[in-house]
């Protein structure tokens, strides 16, 4: 590690809170698919920010836009209109098939915005007593930080002594109808779930189960919550991932790349008869809908109507899971995505998906483990056909390395 890498971690370690456990690399400057760190190595980033920059570093579509936007106007609040709320929410509610937008910054505010929504449905559409009402999530879901969003998360590194819990929440099997055909009561109001699970290790359901699970949930009116933070912005091949069985959700939570990497933009999607129901003074947020983070909303949604991310996210994505499929039995057990989106196990006999991370860092690629032994690939959607190569060649030499060393 150079004196610059070490003097920069230190500084971070002695006036940040330790709440993560960053790779031990200085970024200074990205573009596109590649970041440079502060002794001016390069790396593939193979991790997007979580997926907040499936647009790339620097998109010069997305950073004109800012600019132009930073010498206009940045923030009224919403005590006055700005000219960039509308169109942006017209333009991603049509991009989702429905009818009104809430803006909120974060992921974890669109879900605890699509929570607040739910339950009001609950209680003035489905006639439910004030105070009943349940959501049922999945097991193994990430929805984000927050003190309610946690109280019904399974991860115990997130929730230990964190409680007292929010009531309200119940899990069910992610993947299996019938264990959420019995967690079902007349009191729940809404089911929650990624359509693919991120977090939990690139959790693929079977083919039919969110098909199943919105006829499920229509035929008990149940409200069926998307969250699409993670898997929406072209990630997974579609807009959506929900497109990918055909299935209408009632309410969609949006993020990540919806503010193109450069502003946190969140949305909760949703028709009128649901999102129409809240009235002024009953939710908010100061920067919610400002006219950066609209105007560059808007550009994403311009770029996602034309479909050539989608498209590059397919295809590509083929690519890479070709490719890492036929590392299973070479120190991967297991390989499984869409899109460009991959998680990968690697085998405990060579180590775990942190170890393979660092190695993987040496070789200029940045991979970051999710759940032990699972490593995550999610690349900007901008990467090339030869950028996957290199991702595939450089992982199968840290894998040979690795069996070579544990033989
Ligand atoms: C990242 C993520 C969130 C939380 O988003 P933040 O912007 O970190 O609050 C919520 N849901 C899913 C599925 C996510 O992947």
Redesign the pocket.
């Known amino acids: 590690m150079s004196e610059n890498t070490r003097t920069a971690i230190e500084l971070v370690d002695t006036y940040a809170a330790h709440n993560y456990s960053p790779l031990p690399v200085v970024v200074t400057e990205a573009s596109g698919a590649w970041l440079t760190d502060v002794d001016g190595r390069r790396y593939l980033d193979c991790l997007a920010a979580?997926s907040a920059l499936n647009f790339g570093h620097g998109n010069p579509t997305f950073i004109d836009v800012a600019k132009r936007q930073l010498d206009r106007l940045t923030l009224t609040s919403r005590a006055a209109h700005s000219d960039w709320l509308g169109p942006f929410a017209q333009k991603l509610a049509r991009l989702a098939g429905k009818d009104m937008v809430l803006p909120m910054n974060?992921?974890?505010?669109a879900?605890e915005t699509a929570i607040k929504v739910a339950r009001k449905w609950g209680h003035q559409v489905k006639g439910l007593p004030q105070d009943r009402g349940e959501i049922i999530a999945m097991h193994g879901n990430?929805?984000?930080?927050t003190t309610t969003i946690i109280s019904f998360s399974d991860d115990e590194t997130a929730r230990a002594d964190f409680g007292p819990y929010s009531p309200g929440f119940r899990l069910a099997d992610f993947g299996d109808v019938e264990s959420l055909r019995q967690a079902i009561t007349p009191e729940t109001v809404a089911v929650l779930l990624?359509p693919i699970q991120?977090?939990a290790g690139i959790i693929v359901p079977p083919a039919g189960y969110l098909r199943e699970v919105r006829e499920l949930t229509r035929r008990n009116n149940v409200l069926l919550i998307c969250?699409e933070?993670?898997?929406g912005m072209g990630r997974t091949g579609t807009t959506f991932r929900f497109q990918a069985e055909d299935i209408d959700p009632d309410i969609i939570?949006v993020?990540?790349a919806l503010g193109a990497g450069i502003v946190?933009l969140?949305a909760v999607i949703a028709d009128r008869e649901i999102l129409g129901l809240l009235r002024p003074g009953e939710h908010g947020s100061t920067f919610g809908g400002n006219p950066l983070a609209c105007a560059i909303g808007s550009a994403v949604c311009d770029v996602l109507a034309t479909g050539e991310y989608q498209r590059r996210s397919t295809g590509l994505g083929e690519r890479l899971h070709a490719g890492l499929e036929a590392l299973v039995g070479h120190g991967v057990t297991a390989a499984r995505g869409a899109g460009l989106w991959a998680g990968v196990d690697i085998d405990p006999a060579i180590g775990t998906a942190k170890d393979v991370s660092l190695d993987l860092l040496d070789h200029g690629i940045l991979v970051k483990d999710t759940h032990g032994q699972t490593l995550r690939f999610a690349p900007p959607l901008v990467i090339t056909e030869d950028e996957i190569d290199l991702i595939v060649r450089e992982f199968r030499a840290v894998l040979e390395q690795r069996l070579t060393r544990h033989a």
């Open positions: 979580y974060t992921g974890a505010e879900v990430f929805h984000g930080r990624e991120g977090e969250d933070v993670q898997t939570t993020g990540k946190p969140s």
